[in-house]
């Protein structure tokens, strides 16, 4: 895959998943890379795979959620390569259980990540994507940012706000003449730690959740990747990652807000249930 050489593109959340694929094809396909993750030991594997291409990569631990580390974090890695011309705000976390199981800790913590670790990204990247005279804000949100799944009202919730955050944003690009194209991606399930990692209400058996998405994820982190760069290199507003993300949408496009008595029905049979 070409098109990317001599660019400069920051991952977030690049120890694990489509971050890990994201950086590893940039490189291979010329950019220079800056990684980040809170997982030193993921992340020191991605360097490691970048490396063994001969990449040149700047790694550092970085937690999204932290406004002024990621804004300082900005700064040093335009200093390290003289210009920054892509950020992928890719860094997520999940957390399954009903509104009514959740505390607001729970919620909040999502919203710090995937939303406000968005928006610092976002916020931070912005002057210096702007001075490179062609910069890209991509943007990952997830096919539950075009619809919504019991059980996941956090998540859906900060992932439909970095829908909006960043179709806002690509139109005041357009009103204002900015060099800096804007891709938000929603991904279907796509094989990666996610549900691992993923936090829940009590009462839940998380090998139980992680089973169920082993069974529903079908797309590789790797063909994930490709995806997101060949929209990437289009200027695509948005990018659906996968089949099933393809399906959903239309589902959703022709439902309207009725898809949701539709999944509702399927999710009885098919999610989880609380032992209590
Ligand atoms: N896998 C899927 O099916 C799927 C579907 C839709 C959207 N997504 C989104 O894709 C993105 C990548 O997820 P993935 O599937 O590769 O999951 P993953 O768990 O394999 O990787 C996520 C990475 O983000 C890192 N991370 C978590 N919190 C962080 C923080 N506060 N600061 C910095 N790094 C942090 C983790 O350490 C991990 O390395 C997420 O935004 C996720 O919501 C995933």
């Not at 710090?112 to 001075?131: M, R, Y």
């Not at 139980?208 to 790797?222: G, H, I, N, V």
């Amino acid at each position: 895959m070409e098109g990317f050489s001599g660019k400069v593109a920051v991952v977030t959340g690049a120890g694990s998943g489509i971050g890990r694929a994201l950086a590893v094809e940039l490189a291979r396909s010329g950019a220079k890379v800056a990684i980040s993750d809170i997982d030193n030991e993921g992340l020191a594997e991605t360097e490691r795979q970048i490396k063994s291409l001969g990449g040149d990569v700047r790694s550092d631990r970085l937690n999204v959620a932290e406004r002024e580390a990621f804004l300082l974090y900005a700064d040093v890695v335009k200093e390290h390569f003289g210009k920054v011309n892509q950020i992928y705000n890719n860094a997520g976390i999940d957390f399954h259980g009903e509104v009514e199981a959740s505390q607001f800790k729970d919620i909040e913590r999502i919203i710090d990540v995937d939303f406000w670790g968005v928006v610092n990204g976002t916020k931070a990247f912005l002057p210096h994507l702007i001075a490179s005279g062609d910069g890209h804000v991509v943007n990952v949100s997830s096919i539950f940012g075009v619809m919504s799944c019991p059980g996941q009202s956090a998540y859906n919730a900060a992932k439909f706000a970095v829908r909006g955050f960043s179709e806002s944003l690509r139109q005041e690009m357009i009103i204002g003449k900015k060099p800096v194209a804007v891709t938000c991606v929603h991904p279907g399930g796509i094989k990666t730690n996610v549900a691992r990692n993923a936090t829940m209400a009590e009462g839940y058996d998380p090998a139980e959740f992680a089973k169920l998405f082993d069974l529903l994820a079908r797309t590789s982190p790797q063909a994930a990747a490709r995806i997101i760069l060949t929209a990437v290199r289009r200027k695509k507003p948005r990018v659906l990652v996968g089949p099933d993300a393809k399906v959903i949408d239309v589902l959703v496009r022709l439902t309207g807000a009725r898809y949701q008595d539709l999944f509702a029905l399927g999710a009885r049979f098919l999610l989880p249930k609380r032992s209590h």
